[in-house]
């Protein structure tokens, strides 16, 4: 078995989550940073909205409809989501939250994993 370091493994979460974004909303954030800390990865996804939303934001209860429209997204594929940073990752997740602010056009998501990683150290992974 082969092994990746950490920075490998975020850069390919980052990839996937772009990737997941522009393949299911049509358009992909503009940055995604990727963070582990003892059994947590930290995930903030920026620039997420697209030109529609972002209009709608000026729009009266547009603020709402958008987080509503946002919020559906994240619960209709999380199973999905999860599954596939699973893969990516090698271990098991406990738990995911996510917030999302549509006015900074901003997403922070925490995973909680079953065990804890090592920072430093390197992590399975596949190829």
């Known amino acids: 078995m082969q092994l990746r370091s950490f920075q490998a493994t975020e850069l390919e979460l ?15 954030p503009r ?5 582990f800390a003892d059994n947590t990865i930290i995930y903030i996804v920026e620039g997420l909205l697209t030109l529609l939303e ?22 209709n594929w ?23 602010d549509v006015e900074k056009d901003t997403a922070i998501g925490i995973v909680i994993l079953e065990t804890r990683l090592e920072l430093g150290k390197t992590v399975p992974g596949s190829t």
């Open 54 to 75: 972002k209009n709608m934001l000026h729009c009266a209860d547009g603020k709402t409809i958008v987080e509503q429209g946002r919020r559906l997204i994240v619960n």
């Open 31 to 35: 940055n995604v940073h990727i963070k």
């Open 14 to 28: 980052a990839n996937f989550i772009s990737k997941f974004y522009k393949e299911n909303v049509g358009k992909g």
């Open 78 to 100: 999380r199973f999905q989501r999860l599954n596939s940073f699973e893969k990516i990752i090698k271990q098991k997740i406990i738990d995911e939250h996510v917030v999302i």
